[in-house]
């Protein structure tokens, strides 16, 4: 009996359990799209300035969104949002940790062995070149899309349906 009213009472305040109004960038030319809800944060740039900007999704309105730091800004100025490319992230993450990871194992198992030269120049190369590839991966770290030309920002409230 307590099942059948929790779940009566889910169905009727299903829609108000998901009120959060959404920020959806979307791809005008295909069926892309990624969305930003209340309290996310974003990573963007406005038009004209050349920093980035990073705070959290305060609220939404039709034509603006209103950040916790940055206050009320413009859907128009803003010129471009960075996704992180979480790909790129966990091959840096792996990359590092097998070179240095490579450079360890290889060193120690030399020095209990008793075999010199204790650090070889191979092990030095390979993973030295491990490394420098994770950091050479950190440009590709975040991808720019730009708002205004194939990507666009609306609002979305579900409760206005």
């Given amino acids: 009996m307590n099942r059948l009213i929790f779940i009566g009472v ?31 944060e974003i990573l963007f740039q406005l038009s004209g300035s050349k920093g980035r900007i990073s705070d959290h999704i305060f609220d939404l309105t039709d034509t603006s969104v209103i950040f916790e730091e940055h206050g009320e800004v413009k859907m128009s100025n803003i010129s471009f949002i960075f996704r992180e ?24 198992n030399r020095l209990i062995n008793h075999e010199g030269p204790v650090i070889q120049t191979e092990t030095l190369l390979i993973s030295g070149g491990m490394v420098a ?23 979305i409230d579900p409760d206005a349906f």
Avoid at 92 to 108: E, K, M, P
Avoid at 133 to 155: D, G, H
């Fill in 85 to 108: 490319n979480w790909l790129i992230q966990i091959l840096r993450g792996l990359s590092l940790t097998g070179g240095v990871a490579y450079f360890g194992v290889d060193s120690f």
């Fill in 10 to 40: 889910l169905l009727l305040f299903g829609a108000d359990l998901f009120a959060q109004k959404i920020l959806l960038v979307e791809n005008i030319h295909s069926l892309k799209n990624f969305k930003y809800y209340e309290g996310a």
């Fill in 133 to 155: 590839f994770s950091f050479a991966l950190i440009p590709f770290r975040y991808r720019k899309i730009n708002t205004s030309e194939k990507w666009q920002l609306k609002s």
